[in-house]
């Protein structure tokens, strides 16, 4: 029997909050009764410290989703959408971020600790 594993997620655009809504949207449809948080803005930083050229701020969520798809197969499903709204490497290039969706943790372990450790991600968290 196939286990479900359960992971949570960082969503991120520094182009509309209307993109993260429309990505909340398209893991419900994929995933069912997930958990998610509000949509909120934050600064934009990057893991370089970086504030992004494109926006000064985030609209970002969290969400929690159980699925029989491990890691390698979520993380290319996930940039397969990321890539069909936009975030290619012309954008990438010039720090724009349609949309962004991270895998923060996997099965209660830590994937992204950089991640895990912002706010962009801790004030959605705690909102699951």
Request: glycine share 6%; with cysteine; aromatic share 10%.
């Amino acid at each position: 029997m196939e286990a479900y594993h359960t992971y949570v997620l960082s969503i991120g655009s520094n182009v509309s909050r209307a993109n993260v809504e429309a990505a909340i949207k398209w893991l419900q449809a994929e995933f069912g009764d997930i958990k998610v948080s509000h949509v909120y803005e934050t600064p934009a930083i990057s893991s370089k410290e970086v504030v992004c050229s494109a926006s000064s701020v985030y609209n970002n969520s969290v969400a929690c989703v159980d699925t029989l798809l491990d890691y390698a197969g979520l993380e290319s499903l996930f940039k397969t959408y990321e890539l069909e709204r936009g975030r290619n490497a012309e954008m990438r290039a010039i720090g724009v971020v349609p949309i962004d969706i991270d895998i923060v943790m996997a099965d209660g372990m830590i994937i992204r600790p950089w991640d895990y450790r912002q706010q962009f991600f801790k004030i959605g968290l705690a909102a699951i």
